[in-house]
């Protein structure tokens, strides 16, 4: 159990820490020398949506597993 919570915690602080790192880098949007050294390391708006679409599936699937 401790081994699973360890894991658990670690990917919760890798996400955050990598959040906090990028959230402090120039924006890929961003023009000049700076960007291109700069770039995050995570597309925070791909990420976004592709956590919602799992979130929708996941809802969709339990009210049609729950409805049976």
Do not use: C, P
């Not at 955050?16 to 020398?33: K, L, P, R």
């Not at 339990?62 to 409805?67: K, M």
Request: aromatic letters at 12%; zero cysteines.
């Amino acid at each position: 159990m401790q081994t699973f919570f360890g894991m658990i915690l670690g990917a919760l602080l890798l996400g955050f820490g990598v959040y906090i790192y990028d959230s402090m880098q120039t924006s890929s949007v961003a023009n000049g020398e700076v960007a291109a050294t700069h770039r995050t390391i995570v597309n925070w708006d791909v990420a976004k949506a592709d956590w919602d679409a799992l979130r929708d599936r996941a809802h969709k699937d339990w009210v049609r597993i729950s409805s049976k």
